[in-house]
């Protein structure tokens, strides 16, 4: 029993990281009043330009270049919705369609549609004197990626709700004409979130190319970022909330994998398509229970127009 623990254990820090840095981005996006809807394209983007670098450059270094390439997918976005005001789902949506399409196109053209050559991925890293110790072994033997996933969502939420600039950030997603009263710049604040949401999304793209698997496939990030999203709405827009229920989110994935790895009698009976769907049906449950509760920024998908205060 606990060596079945200890192997789930492991297998949900394995798969949490890309899922809960994605979630992580959109809520700094969408507490700062802009809808996070292209976090699928943002992660796409970064896990095939974060595959393709690790080709001819160290793999962390290849990590930040798939950071960059969210964040300048998240850049497109924000100059549409911040500098033009167009409808911020539209164009999440349309970030989506071109990320794909692109990545395929790319893909194809450059490499063949079975993904691209293996990379070296990031080291693992051994935490002296937890290897033996039941379950909390599980800790031991994982990519800075999976720590820095632990941390993280600690720090934003102490950012977000005990500094000036997390107050701010808040503000601007709930009354961004109040914040303008102060003499703050409303744009400059939500380009700051949409860039940074657009940099946690790209490194969760780039994790999964980097360090869940060793190449770039033609369906990654197969509709992580949707479950991201779904983890920020089941958090109520908090770091930590987001960081639990994209835990969870990443457990019933580990659980699909056990499942169809200790108990393969089991495909016998049960399609391995309902094993696949496990996590998104999940997602689904979740939803359906976090009912009418309703944490949503005020000013969410709001365009700021001072000319109207």
Same mark, same amino acid.
């Given at each position: 029993?606990?060596?079945?623990?200890?192997?789930?254990?492991?297998?949900?820090?394995?798969?949490?990281?890309? &899922?809960?840095?994605?979630?992580?981005?959109? #809520?700094?996006?969408?507490?700062?009043?802009?809808?996070?809807?292209?976090?699928?394209?943002?992660?796409?983007?970064?896990?095939?330009?974060?595959? #393709?670098?690790?080709?001819?450059?160290?793999?962390? +270094?290849?990590?930040?270049?798939?950071?960059?390439?969210?964040?300048?997918?998240?850049?497109?976005?924000?100059?549409?919705?911040?500098?033009?005001?167009?409808?911020?789902?539209?164009?999440?949506?349309?970030?989506?369609?071109?990320?794909?399409?692109?990545?395929?196109?790319?893909?194809?053209?450059?490499?063949?549609?079975?993904?691209?050559?293996?990379?070296?991925?990031?080291?693992?890293?051994?935490?002296?004197?937890?290897?033996?110790?039941?379950?909390?072994?599980?800790?031991?033997?994982?990519?800075?990626?999976?720590? &820095?996933?632990? &941390? +993280?969502?600690?720090?934003?939420?102490?950012?977000?709700?005990?500094?000036?600039?997390?107050?701010?950030?808040?503000?601007?997603?709930?009354?961004?004409?109040?914040?303008?009263?102060?003499?703050?710049?409303?744009?400059?604040?939500?380009?700051?979130?949409?860039?940074?949401?657009?940099? +946690?999304?790209? +490194?969760?793209?780039?994790?999964?190319?980097?360090?869940?698997?060793?190449?770039?496939?033609?369906?990654?990030?197969?509709?992580?970022?949707?479950?991201?999203?779904?983890?920020?709405?089941?958090?109520?827009?908090?770091?930590?909330?987001?960081?639990?229920?994209?835990?969870?989110?990443?457990?019933?994935?580990?659980?699909?994998?056990?499942?169809?790895?200790?108990?393969?009698?089991?495909?016998?009976? #049960?399609?391995?398509?309902?094993?696949?769907?496990?996590?998104? #049906?999940?997602?689904?449950?979740?939803?359906?229970?976090?009912?009418?509760?309703?944490?949503?920024?005020?000013?969410?998908?709001?365009?700021?127009?001072?000319?109207?205060?």
């Amino acid at each position: 029993m606990l060596e079945v623990l200890h192997r789930l254990l492991f297998a949900t820090l394995d798969a949490a990281p890309a &899922l809960v840095f994605a979630a992580l981005g959109a #809520v700094l996006s969408e507490r700062a009043g802009v809808v996070a809807v292209g976090v699928e394209g943002m992660m796409r983007v970064g896990a095939f330009c974060a595959a #393709v670098a690790a080709l001819v450059m160290p793999t962390p +270094l290849a990590v930040v270049m798939g950071m960059l390439a969210g964040a300048g997918l998240a850049a497109v976005h924000g100059f549409l919705c911040i500098r033009w005001r167009s409808d911020q789902v539209v164009s999440g949506i349309a970030l989506n369609l071109v990320a794909l399409a692109g990545g395929t196109f790319l893909l194809e053209t450059h490499f063949g549609p079975n993904g691209t050559p293996s990379i070296q991925q990031l080291s693992t890293w051994e935490l002296p004197g937890l290897s033996s110790v039941p379950i909390l072994g599980a800790l031991s033997g994982h990519a800075a990626p999976t720590y &820095l996933a632990l &941390l +993280l969502p600690v720090l934003l939420q102490l950012v977000l709700t005990r500094t000036p600039l997390g107050l701010r950030l808040r503000a601007v997603g709930d009354k961004p004409h109040a914040v303008a009263t102060l003499g703050l710049s409303v744009p400059a604040l939500r380009w700051g979130a949409v860039l940074g949401g657009g940099l +946690l999304a790209g +490194l969760g793209g780039a994790v999964l190319s980097t360090t869940v698997l060793d190449r770039f496939e033609q369906h990654t990030p197969a509709g992580l970022g949707f479950m991201a999203l779904a983890a920020m709405v089941f958090g109520r827009w908090t770091p930590l909330g987001a960081f639990l229920a994209a835990a969870f989110f990443a457990f019933g994935n580990a659980l699909r994998i056990g499942l169809a790895s200790s108990a393969p009698g089991l495909l016998d009976v #049960v399609p391995q398509g309902v094993l696949l769907a496990l996590p998104y #049906v999940l997602t689904l449950v979740v939803l359906t229970l976090q009912g009418q509760r309703n944490s949503t920024p005020a000013a969410l998908g709001v365009p700021y127009e001072q000319e109207s205060r």
